[in-house]
């Protein structure tokens, strides 16, 4: 190949890959708000780490509104949008059912936001402030640290359809699982890693009422349940309870981040069903990633960092895009107002020149 066909071919490469988008991941980074919020970090955690210290579970919610939010439409804080008619509908997310009588925090993100916004108004976004309490609260539970990457800001829409679609139920099955992870672009190592989040937190009884009593409808529990954790948990929640009430995911550290999700896994002492499947799933290839996480907590936690990472990666928005959210549960009313205006002007601008068909 002579020198020039190589200089134009190197040439084209570059055009090219100029072309293309950069993705996601190469547009948030860790130092976003090195100038205008520098102390960004420390006051998400002087909030976080106050109210854990009256109740302890919060650092196990925050962790899990961070996934909740990145599952549907991207980690967008889409979540925290709250029902509205006007300037734009919004069938809010808290109300499906993976969400409803079950998310936490809402109220303590708001805390975080108004702290925030006394230092630096205008700047940060929930999307980013959700990301920052999910890292902070895996630290102040005893789990891994990183370096958050930032600059997502936040989306102008929720969709309460595809949190019921999105979400992974309890009662999955692995290859439901995998799927509902491999929609997000998260592979199986990212399921294991990621489901390690149960180590912290606590869940109904509900979701696990049909495991103790009639598991698929066999009239007996089910059978990967450890016996004597069977009836642990068949105490706490007896067969005719209000499904209420609370169950500690670890029921040996409850509130500490740490690799016993997996000893427990090995045991058969796994919370919900969806979570023993990574385990008791016969011939499954997650069964060695739980043995790995199990035998070693410096891997499991490099890995859990790895994928939270990942995780806070799913269909961002930068630049340009989405808004800088005033408050956390609406989107801003003029913001809203002006891409209403640009819309109409385009469309009026369209038809002016005949180029829009009426519909
Ligand atoms: C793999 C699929 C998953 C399923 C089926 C699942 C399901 C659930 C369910 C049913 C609850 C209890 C909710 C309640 O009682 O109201 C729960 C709680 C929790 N989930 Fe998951 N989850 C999954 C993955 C994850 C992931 C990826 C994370 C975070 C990275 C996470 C973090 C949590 C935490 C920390 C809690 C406790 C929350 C609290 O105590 O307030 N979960 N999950």
């Known amino acids: 190949m002579s020198l020039t066909v190589a200089a134009a071919l190197c040439c084209v490469v570059v055009v090219v890959l100029g072309g293309l988008p950069l993705s996601s991941e190469a547009q948030l980074d860790p130092s976003f708000y090195r100038d205008a919020c520098p102390k960004v970090h420390s006051i998400v955690r002087e909030v976080v780490r106050s109210v854990s210290k009256k109740d302890p579970r919060m650092l196990a919610s925050l962790i899990r509104l961070h996934f909740h939010d990145c599952f549907v439409l991207g980690c967008d804080a889409s979540i925290l949008l709250n029902n509205t008619d006007t300037p734009t509908k919004i069938d809010s997310e808290q109300q499906a059912f993976p969400n409803v009588n079950s998310i936490r925090g809402l109220d303590v993100v708001n805390q975080i936001k108004t702290a925030v916004e006394n230092a630096c108004p205008g700047v940060v976004s929930c999307a980013d402030i959700l990301t920052l309490a999910a890292e902070i609260s895996s630290v102040l539970s005893g789990g891994p640290d990183w370096k958050v990457p930032l600059g997502r800001r936040d989306g102008l829409t929720a969709n309460r359809t595809l949190a019921n679609e999105n979400l992974p139920g309890p009662s999955d099955g692995l290859d439901r699982l995998k799927s509902a992870f491999k929609n997000q672009g998260l592979d199986t190592n990212d399921l294991v890693a990621l489901s390690g989040a149960h180590t912290i937190g606590r869940a109904r009884c509900t979701f696990i009422t049909s495991r103790l009593y009639n598991f698929s409808n066999s009239g007996k529990p089910d059978p990967t349940l450890n016996t004597t954790y069977l009836q642990q948990l068949r105490n706490q929640c007896p067969k005719s309870g209000s499904g209420n009430d609370l169950v500690n995911f ?64 799913i269909g961002v928005i930068t630049g340009k895009n989405g808004e800088i959210r005033k408050q956390c549960n609406f989107i801003n009313k003029k913001s809203a107002e002006v891409d209403l205006a640009s819309v109409v002007s385009k469309e009026t601008s369209s038809s002016e020149e005949g180029m829009v068909s009426s519909f």
């Open 250 to 313: 670890d029921l040996t550290t409850p509130d500490k981040f740490d690799k016993n999700y997996y000893t427990n896994l090995q045991g058969n002492k796994g919370l919900l069903q969806s979570d023993q499947e990574l385990f008791s799933t016969s011939g499954a290839d997650t069964i060695s990633i739980v043995n790995k996480f199990a035998s070693n907590q410096d891997v499991f936690f490099a890995a859990f960092k790895a994928s939270m990472i990942k995780m806070g990666n």
